[in-house]
Nanobody, 118 residues
C-alpha cells in the first residue's frame, strides 16, 4: 500500500513563499506522474501542477510563473515551491500520484493547510 505524506503548510502573508513536500512510502514507487491539487473552502478540488517521471511539468494558469514543482525519484518525493503567494492561494493542498498526466489519481495524501493573509 502506498502512502503520501505532505508537510510544509502554514500561515504566511501575501508575497511570502512556502515549500510543500510530499514523501511516498510503501510498494515500489514508480508512478507516471506526481502532483498537487488544492481545495479552498466551499470550492471543488482543483489541479495545481504535476510532474512526470522524466521531469516534464504542467501548471494551472493561476500559478504559472509563481509555483515550481520538482521531484526526487530516489527519495520518492515531490515538492512545490510557492512564491509570491496570494490570499486566493489559501486552500488545503493535496499531494497526488497516478498515471502520466494524472488523468487518473491512484493515491492521495491527507492534505496540508496553506493560509495566505492579505
Amino acid at each position: 500500500q502506498v502512502q503520501l505524506i505532505e508537510s510544509g503548510g502554514g500561515l504566511v502573508q501575501a508575497g511570502d513563499s512556502l515549500r510543500l513536500s510530499c514523501v511516498g512510502s510503501g510498494r515500489t514507487f514508480s508512478f507516471g506522474s506526481m502532483g498537487w491539487f488544492r481545495q479552498a473552502p466551499g470550492k471543488e478540488r482543483e489541479f495545481v501542477a504535476h510532474i512526470t517521471w522524466t521531469g516534464s511539468t504542467v501548471y494551472a494558469d493561476s500559478v504559472k510563473g509563481r509555483f515550481t514543482i520538482s521531484r526526487d525519484n530516489a527519495k520518492k518525493s515531490v515538492y512545490l515551491q510557492m512564491n509570491s503567494l496570494k490570499p486566493e492561494d489559501t486552500a488545503v493542498y493535496y499531494c497526488a500520484a497516478g498515471n502520466s498526466g494524472l488523468v487518473r489519481v491512484d493515491n492521495w495524501g491527507q492534505g496540508t493547510q496553506v493560509t495566505v493573509s492579505s
